[in-house]
């Protein structure tokens, strides 16, 4: 029976297996996890209310969110709107909702997007959506009032229209406009989608420099995708431009020269042994790489695993003792996804392959904007350092991951297959929110 179940196991059926296991962890996740929890969670409620309230943008001072696009929060503070008027006792719980089609979606991408890109490497897809659905950063933030996890989904969704252009070379307008719309959208959830922007406008120069045959119909495609971000995202930034002296970010910064704003310490420190031994606030803070680790893969901040607010020292011991051996789980796909991507990245530019180069370039492009972000902004108790700011790469990192897993899988099946089943079992407690049944 083991035999034959296995040989009835296809990539696509595992596939929609994983699907529906992140769908059913995010649902689960957002339904038990407390109102008004997590990342600013009041900040996020309070402009999304404001929006609908007040039906105008939030100026500065009446929001601390005030800077933040506002299609999110225009869309979650509608459906609040509407729990309102249906007398549901606590009406945010349908904005935590709005994040379970975005996983969702953004797993069935990932999915689709493998498939684009590698039609004969069938494994892949199986293996990407794998990393989506056990992620933990995306399956703890899913549940709050966020709005990461739909910035996700339009930059996968965005990588994939601008790959079924480059692959298919069938340059029509409306192929086009559909990727402009996809980019103006993601513009307007976050400002942190501008890295996905960044990455396709240089995956088409690229393939502009390459198909020498094709450049005036890539010219016009470009053009007309960007012409329609542009009129979607464009009035916002304009509007941002025109009344603060920063279109994008606006909180307060150092007066000091950009690289004179950190320590040393901040690039360099690995953080070693409290990564791995202590991978929980207060240790860590301010170590760019240790304490985004740690978040990516644990919960530094305690809001999910367990409660900074109520144990202000250190998660309790069966909880800390998890944690720590989530951050050792973590060595092994992160540790595959940089080797994928670095081997990709290179691969792709070596033989020209510009819709590759969607992909691989996404990661670099994350961590140079992050780089940025919390350089620019230091703060003392590191709250700027939260790897949801990178949260857009996500599907791009699991690409990476599952193309790897793939070619290693060519060499030894059993070996990879076995590992990776064991080591997602392994993970799979550790993204279900457990404070709903006393566990946390």
């Not at 503070?77 to 549901?88: C, S």
């Not at 965005?158 to 192929?175: E, I």
């Not at 994928?340 to 904007?369: C, F, K, M, Q, T």
Request: with cysteine; net charge positive.
């Amino acid at each position: 029976m083991g035999i034959a179940a296995a040989r009835r196991l296809t990539p696509e059926r595992l596939s929609l297996f994983l699907v529906a296991l992140a769908g059913l962890i995010a649902l689960w996740n957002a339904s038990s996890y407390p109102a008004g929890a997590g990342y600013d969670a009041a900040s996020h409620r309070e402009y999304g209310d404001f929006l609908i309230n007040h039906l105008r943008l939030p100026h500065k001072n009446e929001t601390p969110e005030y800077y933040s696009p506002p299609l999110y929060y225009g869309l979650a503070g509608g459906v609040t709107w509407i729990g309102r008027q249906a007398g549901l006792g606590e009406p945010h719980k349908l904005a935590q909702l709005l994040n379970v089609p975005a996983v969702v979606g953004t797993a069935l991408l990932v999915g689709a997007l493998a498939r684009l890109l590698w039609p004969d490497r069938r494994w892949i897809a199986p293996a990407a959506i794998g990393y989506v659905a056990l992620s933990p950063v995306l399956m703890r933030t899913a549940p709050m009032y966020n709005p990461e996890p739909t910035d996700l989904f339009f930059s996968v969704l965005c990588l994939y229209l601008a790959a079924r252009l480059l692959v298919g070379r069938r340059y029509g307008r409306k192929a086009a406009l559909g990727l402009g719309v996809a980019l103006g959208a993601g513009e307007m959830v976050r400002q942190f989608a501008l890295w996905t922007l960044a990455v396709v406008v240089l995956a088409f120069l690229a393939a502009l420099w390459w198909r020498h045959g094709e450049r005036r119909q890539l010219v016009r495609t470009l053009a007309l995708a960007l012409t329609a971000c542009a009129v979607i995202a464009g009035p916002w930034y304009g509007y941002r431009a025109a009344n603060y002296a920063n279109a994008i970010f606006d909180p307060p910064h150092v007066d000091k020269p950009l690289l004179e704003r950190r320590p040393a310490s901040f690039y360099i420190d690995p953080g070693l042994p409290d990564v791995f031994s202590r991978p929980w606030r207060p240790y860590l803070v301010n170590l760019a790489g240790p304490q985004t680790y740690a978040d990516i893969w644990g919960d530094w901040y305690g809001v999910f695993a367990w409660s900074a607010k109520t144990q202000a020292t250190k998660p309790g011991g069966v909880t800390s003792v998890w944690l720590s051996l989530q951050s050792v789980l973590g060595l092994a796909p992160t540790g595959l996804a940089i080797v994928g991507w670095l081997v990709l990245l290179a691969r792709s530019a070596r033989r020209r392959l510009a819709e590759r180069l969607l992909v691989a370039l996404l990661p670099l492009a994350g961590i140079a904007g992050y780089l940025y972000f919390t350089v620019s902004y230091p703060t003392h108790d590191g709250d700027v350092l939260k790897p949801t700011y990178m949260l857009s790469t996500l599907g791009a990192w699991a690409l990476c991951f599952g193309w790897l897993a793939d070619r290693l899988g060519a060499r030894s099946p059993r070996l990879v297959a076995v590992g990776l089943g064991v080591l997602a079992l392994l993970i799979l407690p550790f993204v279900v929110y457990k404070g709903a049944v006393g566990w946390a």
